[in-house]
């Protein structure tokens, strides 16, 4: 497993076992439930649920959906549906029927480096080149569409693609008229000579496409009962579709939204932090973070 490349969702069955893998990103979600010690295996989340008729929500799980727009670990929305998660295989007994759960890799680097700033800036650019070498050599020439923010890390993504070479390469920015973001994006696609587009995210267009079957089709392949569907991005690409932008079919959409998580954004962080605080308001911290989506929901018994 740690030797397979690239971005996949595997899985091997013969009369004995099944064995099922994620690749590191889950870019390919599969879900499972093991029914009547039956497994049961779909990229569809809504599959299993309609073929297997389950209906039991898992009360805590849509609290903490709600609170925070996806659900942790393995779990879903519904007590018998699971899904896995990234880096992770799991293996099937045929004849026993047990599950047998790992991870294969990690994230968590706990290597330490002895070295300078600027060495570790020269070890990371060395990295960052292989990692474009190779995402240029995969694209072989097909357009780009990069949405382009105001933040550091789509322009991270448009810089070191123009550094190596690569020009077919578009970008837009969508929100409502007046955000910052915009006018910042457009001069970075203009000090890159690169094509630029402005979605304009209106009342009217959004609630037309809100109640269309075509929305209602993505929220069935983007939720898998376990998270919030990314609503402006799917708005952003129809229209763009509906315009024919894309060069073609074939086009590669390259977005830039986990250099947070790489920095460390998620980690809630006291601002005074040569003080001691209690476990409480850690945790109070941590809510404040991740759990308040809709503050409403942030009560004792929630907490």
Same mark, same amino acid.
């Given at each position: 497993?740690?030797?397979? *490349? ?42 299993? *649920?309609? %073929? ?67 060495? @570790? ?8 080149? =292989?990692? +474009? ?19 550091? %890390?789509?322009? +991270?993504?448009?810089? +070191? @693609? ?14 409502? =008229? ?6 910042? /994006? ?5 000090? /890159? ?14 609630? =037309? ?6 929305? *209602?089709?993505?929220? =069935? ?11 402006? /991005?799917? +708005? ?5 579709? %509906? ?16 250099? %947070? ?26 809510? *404040? ?15």
């Amino acid at each position: 497993i740690k030797k397979i *490349k690239g971005n996949y969702s595997l899985y091997f069955s013969n009369k004995y076992f099944t064995i099922v893998l994620t690749d590191r990103i889950r870019s390919y979600p599969i879900f499972y439930s093991n029914k009547n010690d039956i497994l049961y295996l779909s990229n569809s989340a809504f599959s299993i *649920k309609q %073929d297997l008729n389950l209906h039991s929500l898992d009360k805590s799980n849509e609290i903490i959906f709600r609170m925070s727009g996806y659900t942790f670990g393995q779990t879903t929305l519904y007590s018998d549906l699971y899904q896995m998660e990234a880096a992770n295989y799991f293996y099937f007994n045929n004849n026993t029927k047990n599950i047998y759960h790992n991870c294969y890799y990690s994230f968590l680097n706990e290597e330490k480096y002895k070295i300078s700033k600027n060495e @570790l800036m020269e070890k990371l650019d060395l990295i960052n080149n =292989k990692v +474009f070498s190779k995402l240029i050599e995969t694209l072989d020439g097909r357009q780009v569409i990069i949405p382009l923010s105001g933040g550091l %890390d789509s322009r +991270f993504i448009l810089s +070191f @693609l123009k550094k190596l070479k690569y020009d077919n390469i578009k970008t837009y920015t969508y929100g409502v =008229k007046g955000l910052w973001e915009i006018n910042v /994006a457009k001069e970075i696609a203009k000090r /890159a000579n690169v094509d630029w587009e402005y979605i304009n995210l209106n009342k009217s267009e959004i609630n =037309k496409l809100f109640h269309s079957i075509d929305r *209602k089709q993505y929220f =069935k392949y983007a939720s898998g009962l376990n998270t919030t569907p990314d609503l402006p /991005a799917y +708005f952003a690409h129809k229209i763009l579709l %509906d315009k024919n932008i894309y060069q073609n079919k074939n086009s590669v959409i390259i977005n830039g939204q986990t250099g %947070d998580f790489i920095t460390g954004n998620h980690i809630p962080i006291f601002n005074d932090i040569n003080n001691t605080h209690s476990f409480s308001e850690f945790m109070n911290l941590f809510i *404040k973070k991740h759990y308040a989506l809709w503050t409403n929901l942030i009560n004792e018994n929630n907490k």
